[in-house]
């Protein structure tokens, strides 16, 4: 039994500190990096790359809405064109940045409202779709497992990788609770780590409203803003392997 380890990275930006990215890597195997919309700069997104090749962690992109203020956190009341032509835009600049340092982007993972969106907006989930076809056709996309963003992957070709989140909880329809509600962030360590080993083995997830939910685990995330990001990545690790879990980049075992 094999899973995914993935963090969002490179979300600091100028002189704004954000995450604790060195700390982290050591214990995931994929790094989504911030592309300038929603965090992250130039020189943010080379200094990322770089330590994630020196550590041999799978790179990705991690295209968001252009909101640098709310976090990418915010929905835009944006065209299916304007989102395929964002998309576009900021995978290609991490593809080209990944490649002059001389590595690979092996995937594409949606950032916050975007990816909520997709989750279950058809027609907004396939210019995401397209928009990787179109510039990074061997890339794996992400999505929210059971999501109309890994239907439209695999329905135009793309090899995707169905995601769950560690420290998040679920709704009664398989989206992700919000984060405006009280219970949307699994604070306790073991209580998070639980859900996950459940997700793997068990294929399971309990919803807030107490409704078992059926999905696939190829990939888990954790965040690395959190306080306790390094110690809560480092336990979940561990946990992984107690249950006989290996953690190994989706490049080396998904098609």
Not at 151 to 159: C, D, P, R, T
Request: proline letters at 4%; glycine letters at 8%; a negative charge.
């Amino acid at each position: 039994m094999k899973v995914d380890l993935n963090c969002d990275m490179g979300e600091s930006f100028g002189a704004y500190t954000m995450g604790q990215d060195e700390k982290v890597l050591p214990f995931i195997t994929s790094a989504n990096i911030a592309c300038g919309y929603h965090a992250g700069d130039p020189s943010v997104m080379a200094k990322t790359i770089a330590m994630c090749l020196q550590q041999n962690i799978s790179i990705g992109a991690h295209p968001g809405y252009p909101d640098l203020v709310g976090f990418g956190r915010r929905a835009l009341q944006v065209s299916p064109q304007e989102v395929y032509h964002m998309v576009l835009y900021q995978v290609g600049a991490l593809q080209s940045m990944t490649r002059a340092f001389g590595g690979i982007m092996s995937h594409v993972k949606p950032h916050g409202a975007l990816y909520n969106t997709a989750a279950k907006d058809a027609v907004i989930a396939q210019a995401i779709a397209q928009a990787v076809y179109h510039v990074a056709p061997e890339a794996i996309l992400f999505g929210l497992a059971n999501s109309e963003l890994v239907k439209a992957g695999e329905n135009i070709g793309l090899v995707t990788a169905h995601e769950v989140f560690a420290d998040r909880t679920y709704q009664k329809d398989g989206s992700l609770t919000p984060r405006t509600h009280p219970q949307a962030v699994i604070h306790e360590v073991d209580m998070a780590i639980k859900q996950v080993i459940q997700m793997v083995q068990e294929k399971k997830v309990a919803s807030i409203e107490g409704m078992e939910l059926t999905l696939k685990a190829d990939t888990i995330c954790i965040h690395g803003d959190s306080p306790n990001a390094p110690e809560f990545a480092e336990k979940l690790s561990k946990a992984l392997h107690h249950a006989s879990i290996e953690v190994e980049s989706l490049t080396k075992w998904k098609d």
